[in-house]
């Protein structure tokens, strides 16, 4: 799975909590929380997302790496990487 | 245009932005009377089982919250108090319990806030139940209705049944399902007019305390702002400490503030040991 694939899955599931955001016209480095306006529950919503698609750990502790959409995709590229070793 | 009966009627649809073309008249000569307005509104309050599929319509929420707002101001008089709470123990509490947890299992702070609304609420009966035909029915069951704004506009708070009585996993659980099941738009309409206590909570981002206004019949809402951090004086020294402002509005018709005070700082100590929650 490609960076390109990765960053289709989670455009998609942040899709599914923010259906009435074009997500290609959105910053990549900006901070999805203001960006989408989603809260707590739904940002928990979007790890669950992940981690039920791809398989991915995503510790609490993780979350601020997670909290842009470039920094989404680049953090779940690393940690795949890192499995398949 | 259909006729109108008065002008208080009028007065009634305009404030509430009723289309009077919409509302069936029951006058002697099909004329709209106030209360054919209001039951207008109430319909939009309480959407038929029927409507449930679509009932998630911007506009009928829009008018249900002018309704109910609108009519929480005319009756309930109203007080205000608030509380600083040190929040800090749940955040470790959920650090810790979090770190083992799948995300499907994961805790957030709202749950707590929720749990320990009830457990006050149960411990002070004053605050949880009905108002209604002049005199206030304490709810034998607290039944925490849980403020969830809909994206793009829109507030409901369905009840979470029992939140003082289940586990916080089951709360939490079910939490999930209720916003999940909210912002589909399938909320049963029962699920509008159980709640016997309010609470809402700003989340993280936006500001520090909010002052809710009652949902009637209900006579208290309660409301968690955003967490800061801030200096905080603990055990004679000053360090930096999360801390979350939490607000009451109460019916005076039904207590007072001092009790209001009482049953605002037993959410607060109660916050205090989130492994009793």
Sequence with gaps: MNDLDIRKVVQEELNNIAPEVDLATIDPAGDLRETLDIDSMDFLNFITAIHHRLGVEIPELDYPKLVTLDGAVAYIAAKLGSSKT | MKPVLDEMCRNLAEAQGVDLSTVTGSGSA????????????GEAVAPPERKRATWLDLDAMRAAIAAAMARS????PHYYLEHQVDVMACEQWLTQKNATRPPDNRL??????????????????AFNGFYRDGKFEPASA??????????????????LHEADQISI????????????????GRIRSSE????????TSLGERGVETLYGIIYPPQVAIVGFGKIVTRPWVIDGAIGPRSVVTVTLSADHRVSDGHAGSLFLAEIGRLLQEPDEL
């Design chain 2, 142 to 159: 607290v039944h925490a209705g849980v403020a969830i704004a809909i994206r793009s506009g829109g507030l409901v708070a369905p009840a």
């Design chain 2, 192 to 199: 509008l007019s159980d709640p016997t206590i309010t609470v």
């Design chain 2, 73 to 76: 101001k005319r009756e309930i």
């Design chain 2, 30 to 41: 099909g004329e709209i009377t106030y209360a054919d307005v209001e039951r207008h509104l």
């Design chain 2, 169 to 184: 996993d089951e709360l939490m659980a079910r939490m999930r399902d209720l916003v999940q099941r909210t912002r589909a």
């Design chain 2, 108 to 125: 957030l702070i709202g749950a707590l806030a929720i749990k320990a609304a009830a457990l006050a609420a149960r411990r002070f009966p």
